[in-house]
């Protein structure tokens, strides 16, 4: 249930994102995605609560299992169609670089290595009694979904606090606008993540000389090869 509301959001989020910027939003409506991330995270840490609070229960009043084929076929079908789903889901990170998406595949991830832990411990206490590791996995699962809740936390938090692109990035930002003959060098490069969308600052120095429709030649050609690497 908590999976379904999650998704929902997230749809909802990439939908918002993708439209176009307006007269109340002139940067876009990239951040949406982050937002939805936070609200993952939110979902995820409070499953890790649940789960953790019942097998500790569990661990300290251990009791036989009922229908644990039931569940243990239920466990498998939904390995295979998280597992699905996460390929999918991966498969659109990379063509569109979705931070919602992101944190959504993350959630599911977590579901898919999960779901593999609860039927490990569904299989240990109900097939061969050992019925303390139906707790045990328990435990495992809401730590996995703690650090899971962290990190899509985290990548989101990057993103509404305007963290700056990676060095790498950065380096070839400068090498392609000083690529342009005539823009001698670049400096106070300032950059941000909005959703999918990369924001470029700079300052460009060029020949004084120059009459400025000149120089704004030069910085368009720059312009429009940072876009061609990133679109």
Do not use: C
Request: no cysteine; charged share 15%.
């Amino acid at each position: 249930a908590l999976d379904v509301v999650a998704s929902v959001v997230t749809l909802v989020s990439v939908r918002y994102a993708a439209s176009p910027p307006d007269a109340e939003h002139r940067f876009g409506h990239g951040k949406a995605e982050a937002l939805a991330g936070v609200f993952q995270a939110g979902v995820v840490a409070i499953s890790s609560v649940f789960v953790a609070w019942t097998s500790l229960q569990r661990l300290l009043n251990p009791s036989e299992l009922s229908a644990e084929t039931a569940a243990m076929a239920v466990m498998i079908i939904s390995i295979l169609i998280t597992g699905a789903l996460v390929s999918f889901q991966a498969w659109t990170v990379k063509q569109t670089g979705s931070i919602a998406t992101k944190g959504d595949m993350k959630h599911y991830m977590s579901d898919f290595l999960t779901n593999i832990v609860a039927l490990i411990g569904i299989g240990a206490a109900g097939v061969f009694g050992i019925l303390w590791m139906d707790g045990a996995a328990g435990l495992f699962v809401a730590l996995w979904l703690a650090h899971g809740s962290w990190e899509i936390a985290r990548e989101a938090a990057d993103h509404l606090l305007d963290r700056e692109a990676s060095d790498a990035t950065r380096d070839e930002i400068k090498t392609l606008a000083q690529s342009v003959k005539g823009l001698r060098r670049v400096h106070d490069l300032r950059t941000r993540m909005s959703g999918p969308w990369l924001h470029i600052q700079f300052h460009a120095d060029v020949d004084p000389a120059l009459t400025l429709g000149q120089a704004h030649v030069i910085i368009v050609e720059a312009e429009q090869r940072i876009r061609m690497a990133f679109p």
